[in-house]
């Protein structure tokens, strides 16, 4: 199994900043994943990162919205850029070992 | 492409009953994996099973258990005797291993079951 930590848990931003969410995994996967969540909404993939190559978005996600790092086996972060309200989602990072797993979302809302 | 569909939005059950929950897929691979999982009102996703595509075995977990039809694309789960604790969100979800590598999964919309005292 893989367990995985998320900072902040949640945050209030503003309007036109920007936010980065940390992810650490207890131990070294080559895949790591960013999903979102809108409210009431079920989860969308933004993007695999994987460490020592760009991140992989998915249709509808840009890198200069949503910058992701991998700097190593172990952990992530996605920074969501230039926020707007409809950028209030839980973003969950999730890792694939012999299960995928997830973990606990940072709850982004944006005033 | 890709796709899980989970037609129930809300089931209302009374405690005690059963309730199951469709799940219907759609995939061009034959090898793919599919999953059930959990979200309770604090916001975590709570694996509960996965089967992969060249297992069609039903298979059951305590008051759990799920249906595998390849025939049919349909990968239903059944909570027996509900509880008050069931009522989350639960989203059945597809995964493929594409060609280029990686691993990619499509979720449900989720389905809630209402379980009423």
């Known amino acids: 199994s893989a367990v995985i930590s998320q900072k902040p848990s949640r945050d209030i931003c503003q309007r036109g900043t920007s936010l980065t969410i940390q992810c650490q995994v207890d131990?070294?996967?080559?895949?790591m994943f960013w999903y979102r969540q809108q409210p009431g909404q079920s989860l969308t993939l933004i993007a695999t990162a994987n460490q020592g190559s760009e991140a992989t978005y998915e249709s509808g996600f840009v890198i200069d919205k949503f910058p992701i790092s991998r700097p190593n086996l172990t952990f992530s972060t996605l920074t969501v850029s230039n926020m707007s309200p409809e950028d209030s989602s839980i973003y969950l990072c999730?890792?694939?070992?012999?299960?995928?797993?997830f973990g606990p979302g940072t709850r982004l809302t944006v005033l | 492409a890709q796709k899980v569909t989970q037609a129930q939005t809300e089931i209302s059950v009374v405690e005690k009953e059963d309730v199951t929950l469709d799940c219907v897929y759609e995939?061009?691979?034959?090898?793919?994996?599919l999953f059930w999982y959990k979200q309770p009102p604090s916001g975590e996703l709570v694996f509960l099973i996965r089967?992969?595509?060249?297992?069609?075995q039903n298979e059951i977990s305590g008051r759990y258990s799920w249906n595998f039809q390849k025939s049919t694309s349909s990968f239903n789960f059944t909570i027996t005797a509900s509880q008050v604790v069931d009522s989350a969100v639960y989203f059945c979800a597809l995964s493929e291993v594409p060609n280029t590598g990686g691993f990619k999964t499509i979720f449900g919309a989720g389905t809630r079951p209402f379980v009423k005292a």
């Open positions: 999730s890792v694939v070992t012999l299960e995928q797993f």
């Open positions: 089967r992969n595509s060249f297992d069609e």
């Open positions: 131990s070294q996967v080559t895949m």
């Open positions: 995939t061009r691979d034959t090898t793919y994996y």
